[in-house]
């Protein structure tokens, strides 16, 4: 028992000594500094406070911001001055080629059931969106590669119209949220202009739709969505319907350039009696309407214009006289 009772001393021993010390703890390393912003993501943050206020989702913001930047050939592209001015004809050459009519014909002819719905639905003469669609993107062959979100971020944080594009870009991110076009096909030119008529995006909110039923304003993909959102813009800016755009005079010998211009508008019968011709040598109709000499008062010009109501329409979709000329003149050509 002695021998037992011995035996155990050593086991009795260590149960009742003291636990050794635990080893000190090693201290925390120190947290890694927190990243400033930059000034463009802090304008970030402020822009989708804002379009939360406006109901659009996060999931949308944080991937239409995901790694965003500020884009140098649009801000190179928004300060660049033109050259040169181009003349009437110069301008008229360019964008009214033989070629553009020739394809615009065609297209007429293909999709005149379409642009006849159309036409029945808004009252514009079926030939007027198709013009404008050649002359905006040469009937949807060029419709811009530049994100558009990316185009109208950089122009609100550092272009000459800031508080302009923050409106189109807090109206892009309502389009993407509704879901008419992914992200990844949200394409336009680098002022933001989009798809086939190329609207901003205030212009897409007010006259885009839904032609062909699918439950999306389209105007990227959808040729009908597209024209008829060009003809419901023509008609919601004053189009009158079985009415004139545009038609070509001579004007007579010393006639006064002073009274031209699309402000100074008479009856069609004034303009009669002051000597004013159509150039084909058809009846122009007992309308009010103005003279447009295109390149005055900078120069001579060899075509004039009688201008109606309807030119106003097509103006408000291009406040230039060279480019709702164009537009009348390619129009008359493919229709």
């Given at each position: 028992m002695a021998v037992a009772g011995t035996a155990l001393l050593p086991a009795i021993?260590?149960?009742?000594?003291?636990?050794?010390?635990?080893?000190?703890?090693?201290?925390?390393?120190?947290?890694?500094?927190?990243?400033?912003?930059t000034p463009f993501e802090r304008f970030l943050d402020g822009v989708a406070e804002e379009a939360r206020k406006a109901g659009v989702a996060q999931p949308t913001l944080t991937a239409a911001f995901r790694g965003l930047a500020p884009n140098a050939r649009?801000?190179?592209?928004?300060?660049?001055?033109?050259?040169?001015?181009?003349?009437?004809?110069?301008?008229?050459?360019?964008?009214?080629?033989?070629?553009?009519?020739?394809r615009g014909r065609q297209l007429f002819q293909q999709n005149r059931v379409l642009l006849d719905a159309i036409s029945t639905r808004f009252g514009v003469a079926p030939q007027l969106p198709v013009a404008i669609w050649g002359m905006e993107t040469n009937?949807?062959?060029?419709?811009?590669?530049?994100?558009?979100?990316?185009?109208?971020?950089?122009?609100?944080?550092?272009?000459?119209?800031?508080?302009?594009?923050?409106?189109?870009?807090?109206?892009?991110?309502?389009?993407?949220?509704?879901?008419?076009?992914?992200?990844?096909?949200?394409?336009?030119s680098w002022a933001g202009a989009m798809g086939q008529p190329q609207f901003m995006p205030t212009s897409f909110e007010r006259f885009a739709v839904d032609f062909d039923g699918d439950g999306h304003r389209n105007i990227?993909?959808?040729?009908?969505?597209?024209?008829?959102?060009?003809?419901?813009?023509?008609?919601?800016?004053?189009?009158?319907t079985g009415e004139?755009?545009?038609?070509?005079?001579?004007?007579?010998?010393?006639?006064?350039?002073?009274?031209?211009?699309r402000e100074k508008r008479r009856q069609v019968q004034e303009w009669l009696n002051?000597?004013?011709?159509?150039?084909?040598?058809?009846?122009?109709?007992?309308?009010?309407?103005?003279?447009?000499?295109?390149?005055?008062?900078?120069?001579?010009?060899?075509?004039?214009?009688?201008?109606?109501?309807?030119?106003?329409?097509?103006?408000r979709y291009n406040p230039s006289n060279f480019y709702t000329l164009g537009v009348g003149l390619l129009a008359d050509a493919v229709g």
């Open positions: 021993a260590a149960a009742q000594a003291p636990a050794p010390p635990h080893p000190p703890a090693r201290p925390a390393p120190p947290a890694a500094p927190k990243r400033e912003k649009v801000l190179e592209l928004d300060g660049r001055q033109p050259e040169f001015t181009l003349t009437w004809e110069q301008y008229r050459d360019r964008v009214v080629p033989q070629a553009r009519i020739d009937y949807g062959g060029n419709t811009g590669g530049f994100s558009v979100i990316e185009a109208l971020a950089t122009l609100a944080y550092d272009g000459r119209r800031k508080a302009f594009f923050r409106t189109e870009l807090l109206a892009a991110l309502k389009i993407l949220h509704a879901g008419h076009v992914p992200l990844s096909h949200m394409k336009g990227w993909d959808s040729r009908a969505d597209a024209l008829a959102s060009i003809a419901n813009y023509l008609a919601r800016s004053g189009w009158r004139p755009w545009i038609r070509e005079v001579v004007l007579p010998p010393g006639f006064d350039i002073e009274q031209t211009g002051a000597g004013v011709r159509s150039r084909d040598g058809g009846a122009l109709p007992a309308l009010e309407a103005a003279v447009l000499l295109p390149d005055a008062p900078n120069g001579p010009s060899r075509q004039a214009f009688m201008v109606f109501n309807n030119f106003g329409a097509i103006r």
